[in-house]
Structure formats: structure tokens, C-alpha cells
């Protein structure tokens, strides 16, 4: 599956933007799919998940209650609504898309279960 990333831009602290994720072929329903943010100089680190059936969603502590994950499976399409956004949530925003399986919180926030990756989109907060 090929992802493109898209949405990410430059917006002041306490504002809002909307990623989007589209992915090819016919089985996008067949994955899980995440984001994943990297900041200069530091680690991939996951932001939130959601199963291939939209019912199991996952976030970062941090990120609860600002950011909300959601899939058009219709659409082969992921988002991430991010709003009262922060400086400190500056960076290059993946998606990822990996088989659907795993119930528990750890199957979805490691990179390494994850197969497929977007281009990354670049978010900016600024103070």
C-alpha cells in the first residue's frame, strides 16, 4: 500500500489543522493505521492509532483531548484532527498502515509493527 501524507502547514499556537492520509489499493481496510511525529533530532514517536474498523483508537497522553484520529475506509483515507495545537507539537507528521491485528495499546504504538510509511507532512506551531 502507498501512502501520501498531506495538510500539514504553519499556524499559531491554539490553532487547528487537519492532516490527511490517502492510501492506494483495494484493502485499506485490511490495516491499522497510525501517526507518528519526529522533531529535530529525536525519535519517531507515536501519536495516535486506529484499527482497521474504526472502533479501537489510540493516543498519545499528551495529545488526549486536542487531537482526534478517524478513517473513511470508503475513502482509503486516515485523519488527524489536531487542534489547540502547541509549539511543542512541531514536526514532521507520518502516516503508517500496518495488518490489522493486536488489541492492546502496545501492538499499535511501536514503529517497528508498522510496514508502510507516508512522506511525512511538516507541522509548524508557532508561539
Known amino acids: 500500500v502507498q501512502l501520501q501524507a498531506s495538510g500539514g502547514g504553519l499556524v499559531q499556537a491554539g490553532g487547528s489543522l487537519r492532516l490527511s492520509c490517502a492510501a492506494s489499493?483495494?484493502?485499506?481496510?485490511?490495516?491499522?493505521m497510525g501517526w507518528f511525529r519526529q522533531a529535530p533530532g529525536k525519535e519517531r514517536d507515536f501519536v495516535a492509532a486506529?484499527?482497521?474498523?474504526?472502533?479501537?483508537?489510540y493516543y498519545l497522553d499528551s495529545v488526549k483531548g486536542r487531537f482526534t484520529i478517524s478513517r473513511d475506509n470508503a475513502k482509503n483515507t486516515v485523519y488527524l484532527q489536531m487542534n489547540s495545537l502547541k509549539p511543542e507539537d512541531t514536526a514532521v507528521y507520518y502516516c503508517?498502515?500496518?495488518?490489522?491485528?493486536?488489541?492492546?495499546?502496545?501492538?499499535?504504538?511501536?514503529?517497528?509493527?508498522?510496514?508502510?510509511w507516508g512522506q511525512g507532512t511538516l507541522v509548524t506551531v508557532s508561539s
Open positions: 503508517a498502515a500496518k495488518p490489522a491485528r493486536g488489541r492492546y495499546y502496545s501492538d499499535y504504538v511501536d514503529p517497528g509493527r508498522y510496514a508502510y
Open positions: 489499493g483495494r484493502t485499506f481496510s485490511s490495516y491499522d
Open positions: 486506529v484499527n482497521w474498523s474504526g472502533n479501537n483508537i
